[in-house]
């Protein structure tokens, strides 16, 4: 199984950035998936979540509005679309997947891929 994360860098305030997370080893298309951050020092928190078929979504309030969750079962990925960055968004971002579930409770999930960075300056 391995859950591989792409897309971080470097962007002003303002600016926009499309994670992207390709999947492997697991049906894929059998699985919620779900993505996460943690910023230095802190906690890993929820950020958005999508159901297996992706005709539903899940948003922490502090992206909602402003980040959408997609998936494309076709080619194993989901993607973060991330627009009017704020540099409190700036963290290491995680995708997750889970059996059974799509939410953000990170017991759930069965499966972590490796962080991107994305860093957002003010």
């Known amino acids: 199984v391995q859950l591989q994360a792409s897309g971080g860098g470097l962007v002003q305030a303002g600016g926009s950035l499309r994670l992207s997370c390709a999947a492997s080893?697991?049906?894929?298309?059998?699985?919620?998936m779900g993505w996460f951050r943690q910023a230095p020092g802190k906690e890993r928190e929820f950020v958005a979540a999508?159901?297996?078929?992706?005709?539903?979504?899940y948003y922490a309030d502090a992206v909602k509005g402003r980040f959408t969750i997609s998936r494309d079962n076709a080619q194993k990925r989901t993607h973060l679309q991330m627009n009017s960055l704020k540099p409190e968004d700036t963290a290491g971002y995680y995708c997750?997947?889970?059996?059974?579930?799509?939410?953000?409770?990170?017991?759930?999930?069965?499966?972590w891929g490796q962080g991107t960075k994305v860093t957002v300056s003010s």
């Open positions: 997750a997947a889970s059996r059974n579930y799509y939410g953000p409770a990170e017991i759930k999930y069965d499966y």
């Open positions: 999508i159901n297996w078929s992706g005709g539903s979504t």
């Open positions: 080893g697991f049906t894929f298309s059998n699985y919620g």
